[in-house]
């Protein structure tokens, strides 16, 4: 089953996360890469790598590189990471153990949030559909993200995979002022009754930036990981007070 899958993954400078997706796919027969023409030395990188496919195609949306990138893919299933993924051993050991007749057509995997390395106790990250038959899927755009459709039954892994984002937090807030804009804009759009009850709390503004900081810390234990915690709650904490800006403004 192992030969049958091939990781699709996407790059932009990421030259500080890529090295450590790449160990954990000394596995893998081909990889292929997607780069939207990285000026850094993420191609460096990705050439050290004999099983890597490098493809570049100027960036429109994260679907549409995506849906290319699944056109030069040749097996049967396609492991989708990004950049800043890590797989566990026990998620390695998994795939190995995964029989040629499997009887779901896409799994979802779990995730541990990473802050300079360090994995917390609880983040927002819900489970990802990661391992999909590469005939059955498509990708759409979803506000500033993207995910992929499977037609046919889905299963879940037991394995974890790590988010480790090393990329300075300069890179993080301007990828942020970018996506919130398209997110404020899909919540302006939308009507209320197809929001979902998070969303239509953003869209209160005021509210959303104290909750998600008391969900992160208590709800979610982050206050026991330390300044690692600290750190990821003031973030989640100031993507939503930009969200609430962008929402304020679009309204005027």
């Known amino acids: 089953m192992i030969e049958q899958i091939t990781p699709l993954i996407l790059t ?3 030259a500080p996360n890529i090295s450590r997706t790449l160990e954990c796919l000394t596995w893998a027969k081909r990889i292929v890469v997607i780069d939207s023409f990285s000026a850094d030395q993420t191609l460096e990188i ?22 290319y990138g699944l056109e030069q893919i040749t097996t049967e299933w396609v492991l989708s990471l990004d950049a800043d993924y890590t797989l566990s051993k ?3 050991a998994e ?21 300079f390395g360090k994995p917390l106790r609880g983040t927002l990250l ?22 992929v459709k499977v037609a046919g039954d889905y299963g879940y892994l037991a394995g974890y995979i790590y988010h480790d984002d090393r990329k300075s937090l300069s890179r993080w807030l301007q990828s942020q ?16 009754n197809e929001l979902s009850f998070g969303d239509r709390l953003r869209k209160q503004k005021v509210i959303a930036p104290i909750v998600i900081l008391l969900y992160c810390l208590i709800l979610k234990g982050g206050i026991l990981d330390g300044w690692s915690g600290w ?12 969200l609430a800006i962008r929402l304020i403004e679009l309204e005027q």
């Open 12 to 14: 932009y400078n990421e």
């Open 46 to 67: 990705l050439a050290r790598c004999p099983q890597v496919d490098i493809y570049q195609r100027t960036f429109d949306h994260f679907a549409g590189q995506c849906n």
């Open 90 to 92: 026990e998620l390695i």
């Open 95 to 115: 795939l190995h153990s995964l029989s040629e007749f499997l009887p779901k057509d896409s799994y979802f995997a779990n995730f541990k949030y990473c802050v």
């Open 126 to 147: 819900p489970p990802r559909k990661v391992l999909y038959r590469k005939d059955k899927a498509n990708y759409i755009e979803d506000g500033h993200a993207h995910r």
């Open 177 to 192: 002022d970018r996506y919130l804009l398209i997110e404020a804009k899909k919540l302006m759009t939308t009507p209320v």
């Open 231 to 242: 750190y990821y709650a003031w973030q989640r904490m100031l993507a939503e007070i930009l």
